[in-house]
Structures are given as structure tokens and as C-alpha cells.
T-cell receptor, first 113, second 111 residues
Framework: NAGVMQNPRHLVRRRGQEARLRCSPM?????VYWYRQLPEEGLKFMVY????????ESGMPKERFSAEFPKEGPSILRIQQVVRGDSAAYFC???????????FGSGTRLTVV | TQLLEQSPQFLSIQEGENLTVYCNSS?????LQWYRQEPGEGPVLLVT?????EVKKLKRLTFQFGDARKDSSLHITAAQPGDTGLYLC???????????FGTGTQLKVEL
């Protein structure tokens, strides 16, 4: 049973380009969460999704960032017109329900040059 | 204002020493979790504490949940280099919808 799969592991984008980060949750997990982490810092919540629904996006910047979790396929975190400040590690986690521990992926390290 | 404050922020010790990491908040949590994160990887869940005053042991790691469920501690006995990593406490907020993480404690255990 594969864990949470994120790809790509590393992504380099020039300023102004789009970044697409993918996350396949663990089998049987219908809850997906995205977090952002800067070097030597804790994780900052971005968004919580269930299939086809955004449940809580209180941590998402209002502009340029969007997330989806379609009925079929992985969850996608999309960053449009990236800026240098978007450089960070982005982690996806999944869980079978709320109020239980999360399983995290290995992250996508985004570098904006 | 950070909901969960961890101390110390950095800790560098020698193999065999004992250490304690603290996680404090002014809020009450229904449960607290501890994760360890190694460089280049995602956090891995170590334990969940639910009941005020609860103590859980995981080999050389001892986790305690405060009586008022506002704080927690992680104690490591006879630390080993393999314990090196970022330790994060986390609690559910937003009606249980999301896990909020603490500020983190970066531990380095040297030979």
C-alpha cells in the first residue's frame, strides 16, 4: 500500500510561470491537506479538501493560488505567476477521516528563479 | 500570534544525553500529536495524546499531555544520532478540520 505520493519532488520555475504540484493520497483516504514549509520552520496550513470539495482554504493566499481534488485523479495545488517568495517545500497529507493523524508525502520543493 | 509554541527552537546534544522538548499553548486541545521530520522528507506521526495527564512511551521517547490539555512535552532518554530531526507538535483547530503545527524544535545529536 503506497503512501502519499507527491510529484514532482523538485520543481524549478521562472518568475511569472505556473507551478502545478500533484498529490495522490493513500488508498482509502478521502481527506487531503496542503501545507507550506519554509527552511527550518514549522508547517503552515494552506487548504483542506475532500473529493470535489474545498472544505477549508483559510490558509491559501487570495490570489494566484488554487487547489482541487477531482473525482478522478490526484489533488492539484496550482500557483500562477510564481514569484520568488513562493519558493518553499509544499507538503500534501491525507487522512481517512477528521481528528486523526495525517500521513504526509515527501513534498515538492519549489524554487522560483 | 503562534498558537503552539515549542521550546527550545534548536538543541544540539551529545549521544547518550537526555532532553525534553516543550509544546505550549493558551488554547485547549482535544488531542495533541507529535511528528518527526527528517531532511528532505515529510513529517511522520509519532504519537497522539488525548487525555489530560496522559503519558505515552515509545521506546526511549516519553510523551506527556498536560492536565489542562494546553501543553505537552517530549522527553528522549539516551539520545542517539538517529533521533536527529525536526520535532513538531500539532493540534486540531477549526472544529477538527485542520491540524495546526507548532514552531518546531530542531534536534541534532552528535557522536
Amino acid at each position: 500500500n503506497a503512501g502519499v505520493m507527491q510529484n514532482p519532488r523538485h520543481l524549478v520555475r521562472r518568475r511569472g510561470q505556473e507551478a502545478r504540484l500533484r498529490c495522490s493520497p493513500m488508498k482509502g483516504h478521502s481527506h487531503v491537506y496542503w501545507y507550506r514549509q519554509l527552511p527550518e520552520e514549522g508547517l503552515k496550513f494552506m487548504v483542506y479538501l475532500q473529493k470535489e470539495n474545498i472544505i477549508d482554504e483559510s490558509g491559501m493566499p487570495k490570489e494566484r493560488f488554487s487547489a482541487e481534488f477531482p473525482k478522478e485523479g490526484p489533488s492539484i495545488l496550482r500557483i500562477q505567476q510564481v514569484v520568488r517568495g513562493d519558493s518553499a517545500a509544499y507538503f500534501c497529507a491525507s487522512s481517512p477521516s477528521t481528528d486523526v493523524g495525517y500521513t504526509f508525502g515527501s513534498g515538492t520543493r519549489l524554487t522560483v528563479v | 500570534t503562534q498558537l503552539l509554541e515549542q521550546s527550545p527552537q534548536f538543541l544540539s546534544i551529545q549521544e547518550g544525553e537526555n532532553l525534553t522538548v516543550y509544546c505550549n499553548s493558551s488554547s485547549v486541545f482535544s488531542s495533541l500529536q507529535w511528528y518527526r521530520q527528517e531532511p528532505g522528507e515529510g513529517p511522520v506521526l509519532l504519537v497522539t495524546v488525548v487525555t489530560g495527564g496522559e503519558v505515552k512511551k515509545l521506546k526511549r521517547l516519553t510523551f506527556q499531555f498536560g492536565d489542562a490539555r494546553k501543553d505537552s512535552s517530549l522527553h528522549i532518554t539516551a539520545a542517539q544520532p538517529g533521533d536527529t530531526g525536526l520535532y513538531l507538535c500539532a493540534g486540531f483547530t477549526g472544529g477538527g478540520n485542520k491540524l495546526t503545527f507548532g514552531t518546531g524544535t530542531q534536534l541534532k545529536v552528535e557522536l
